[in-house]
């Protein structure tokens, strides 16, 4: 993948012009960030942080990308009904990471109880890179799936203006016109708007579980104007409001200040730091209810790190999509290499694998939103330091994605535009509602790409490292 914008990204004259139109562009449209000075207020803001130029994607892979996108969606809720599965899975996991332990508790509670909820919603993105072959050639791997508070499907509508908008100042009218139109936040309302509707009270609203200090709230609040347009009301509350004003009925209907909620959609409680002991309750209560969760308990662990790489072992796809043989070699295709670390001879040559070719590896706890995972001799030491220990079982090795680097131009609100080796990472949204056992709804909803220069190994735009950007398909 040559980078296509070679001579324009030589001239830092011109650069510096694009860039401050580009910039003007973006706030226009409303490619947001609250400042990391005052995350809790939209008093002042920023721009969030994009590529000036749009990345090449082979077309291929990004139709690949799509295609596949339905089977995972299935895989995931299938995965999400199988208590044997997620139980054999984690069952290593647990005993030492305290977190999915905690999260594996409240499922566990709920499975006792009885799963009040009859309508199920499914919010996730597929993330992938593009491996590139020795041979020259490029392949789709799957990085992870988010199955929970997948993020960037509102800001990610409002960047094909801005990359149309530059490349028609450059009177590439031809190439702007390839920018695909891109509305994921559209789909996600839809779905949440489709569980709203089978839950089957005019009344009732959704919660929106939002943390204090938000900088992503213009992202959130692009799906929350899609729900208001067809007149379903979102609440945005915190866990800690759930617990002091949060209820249950006897039929385990869920109350939100004395008004009936429809469906909880989270944009919180995915790491560790999001709970505290009074959060764990207010999760618990929101599980027992019957409103539809985004994603519910199950749905959250059957994104986990540790069931991705049992998913990968064979045999175990076809067990969970029984009869859908096409189905199963197209998630097939996208699987890199993983690995358990479990204790015992196969998590051994994993690691003694890894510690022979460190750059080839990266070791991933069972943890979201990006900065957690080790390369290279950090990782070598981790290994050193886990390999006696069940503390291992909490971890996954995975085969790290080579993609071929292009040149692109970061921009960040306070930092002067930077021409770097960059690599890419695709997301496709995917949205599915299923009531009892019938799926009413299985689709994608449109792509995110974030772009990051390749001296980071890790991160993603929240985290401060990855950018947004378009794909632009070749
Ligand atoms: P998180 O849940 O924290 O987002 P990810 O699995 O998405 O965890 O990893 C975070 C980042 O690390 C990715 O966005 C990607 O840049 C990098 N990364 C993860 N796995 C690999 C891999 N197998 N090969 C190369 N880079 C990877
Ligand atoms: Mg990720």
Known sequence: M??????????????????RQAVDRALAEGVLLRTSQA???????????????????????????????????????????????LEQTLSSTIKRDSFTARLFDIHKQVLKEGIAQTVFLGLN????????????????????????????????????????????????????????????????????AKAWELYGSVNAQVLLIAQEKERNIFDQRVIENELLARNIHVIRRRFEDVSEKGSLDQDRRLFMDG????????????????????????????????????????????????VQQELSRVGVLESLLPGQPQAVARLRA?????????????????????????SCFVLKPQREGGGNNLYGEEMVQALGRLKDS???????????????????CLLRPGSPARVVQCISELGIFGVYVREGKTLVMNKHVGHLLRTKAIEHADGGVAAGVAVLDNPYPV
């Open 2 to 19: 040559a980078t296509g914008w070679g001579s324009l990204l030589q001239d830092e004259q011109q650069l510096e012009e694009l860039a």
């Open 39 to 85: 995350p809790s207020s939209s008093d002042v803001v920023s721009y969030a942080p994009f590529t000036l130029f749009p990345s090449r994607v082979p077309s291929a892979l990004l139709e690949q990308a799509y295609a596949v996108q339905a089977d995972f969606n299935l895989l995931v809720d299938a995965v999400s009904q199988n208590a044997v599965f």
């Open 125 to 192: 993105r597929s993330d992938y890179m593009f491996q590139c072959n020795p041979d020259g050639s490029t392949a789709l791997k799957q990085i992870e799936i988010n199955t929970i508070s997948a993020s960037f499907g509102g800001l990610a509508s409002r960047t094909p203006a801005v990359h149309r908008h530059v490349l028609s100042i450059l009177g590439k009218t031809k190439e702007a016109a390839k920018i695909l139109s891109n509305n994921p936040s559209k789909g996600l309302a839809m779905g949440i």
């Open 259 to 306: 008004q009936e909620v429809a469906v909880v959609y989270f944009r919180d409680g995915y790491m560790p730091s999001h709970y505290s002991l009074q959060n764990w309750e207010a999760r618990l209560l929101l599980e027992r209810s019957c409103a539809v969760k985004c994603p519910d308990i199950a749905t959250q662990l059957a994104g986990t790190k540790k």
């Open 334 to 358: 996208t699987f890199a290499g993983l690995y358990s670390l479990d204790l015992g001879e196969e998590g051994d040559q994993a690691i003694t694998k890894a510690i022979a070719a460190p």
């Open 390 to 408: 069940e503390e291992r079982a909490s971890y996954i090795l995975m085969e790290k994605i080579e993609p071929e680097p292009f040149r692109n």
